[in-house]
């Protein structure tokens, strides 16, 4: 039985077991914080003796994230043990050991070492064999992080699927799959992650010579062409991604639905962002007419003069010959 006054509030758990094991909590409604932690405990009381354990274990998680009282870890562990998640109950009894003796409560330390040490058969383990070597590597289980200094070591595990990811900088991320078995020891190697291919450096630009009539003013109308094509394929790519964001901006927050007044900060966001993208290619678009059709003008109606056009690596380059 669980005495409220007698509670004592511990850190969140350090161990990778732990942090797997306890999912998001249970949706909490007005209450205080210590209110809705009792009657998700006292929720989850019902349903163990009814021997719904699969449906009490989430109250107990979301009672003990609210409030981790020492009560509340203890039949989290045996909700735990009784559907199969034997490392991470063992780990839970091995914490309310602790917390008891600090508090004096001997009779809670020596149950929980006792429940503890009932489970040592049944947990089972992954070792992991290090053959990556590659600098600044990380290695999660399950999506939690591995620290260096126990990746030699020995990882309890409930029984069933889990995931191994490797990454490091400029190195090909690899992922590895197992399946833990109770009481039994999985050797899992963690390999060489291979290097990313760097791209091979461009080919030289050949050198092209181009002749043409023109002046002065034609300078102007070529300069004035390159920026109007230059605002053509500004709006055109600006256009493609506009359609693109209003796709996901429909999907996230259909306009025939909500008028345009989205209740979320992702559909509202991806609204404005598709408002944007249209808004720049409108303008990329007006800016490219006009400089296009500007310098249509000024080399249909230029002087006569031979110019010779250059393009290369370092840009374009332009030789005029009256």
């Not at 409220?4 to 409604?29: E, F, W």
């Not at 900088?169 to 899992?188: H, I, K, M, S, Y």
């Not at 760097?198 to 034609?218: E, F, K």
């Not at 000024?298 to 290369?312: D, F, G, I, M, N």
Request: glycine share 8%; proline share 6%; hydrophobic share 45%.
């Amino acid at each position: 039985m669980r005495v409220r006054k007698q509670r004592q509030k511990i850190g969140l758990s350090t161990t990778i077991v732990a942090l797997i094991a306890i999912g998001d909590p249970q949706p909490v409604h007005a209450d205080e914080p210590l209110a809705a932690a009792e009657r998700l405990f006292q929720e989850s009381r019902a349903l163990v003796e009814k021997g719904r354990y699969a449906e009490a274990c989430p109250q107990l998680e979301a009672s003990m994230k609210l409030e981790p009282a020492i009560g509340t870890q203890f039949n989290l562990a045996d909700c735990w043990e009784h559907t199969g998640k034997n490392a991470s109950a063992q780990a839970m009894f091995m914490q309310v050991a602790r917390i008891a003796r600090a508090a004096g409560k001997f009779e809670r330390d020596k149950s929980a070492k006792a429940r503890a040490a009932a489970l040592e058969s049944k947990v089972a383990r992954v070792r992991l064999v290090m053959t990556a070597t590659a600098p600044g590597l990380e290695l999660f289980l399950d999506g939690v992080v591995i620290d260096r200094a126990g990746r030699g070591d020995l990882f309890p595990l409930d029984s069933g699927p889990h995931r191994l990811r490797a990454s490091a900088p400029n190195r090909v991320p690899w992922e590895g799959a197992l399946t833990a078995l109770e009481g039994q020891t999985v050797d899992l190697e963690v390999p060489e992650l291979a290097a990313i291919q760097s791209r091979p450096a461009p080919y030289p630009t050949p050198h092209v010579a181009v002749a043409a009539q023109g002046s002065t003013q034609s300078t102007f109308a070529l300069v004035a062409g390159v920026v109007g094509a230059s605002g053509l394929v500004v709006g055109g790519v600006s256009g493609v991604l506009a359609l693109s964001a209003r796709a996901t901006a429909r999907e996230a927050c259909p306009a025939e639905v909500y008028a345009f007044r989205c209740p979320t900060e992702d559909g509202t966001a991806a609204w404005n962002n598709a408002t944007r993208a249209g808004n720049i290619s409108t303008v990329a678009f007006l800016v490219g007419g006009v400089f296009s059709a500007g310098a249509a003008l000024l080399w249909l109606t230029s002087p006569k003069a031979e110019t010779r056009v250059a393009a290369s690596l370092t840009g374009f380059h332009l030789e005029r010959h009256f």
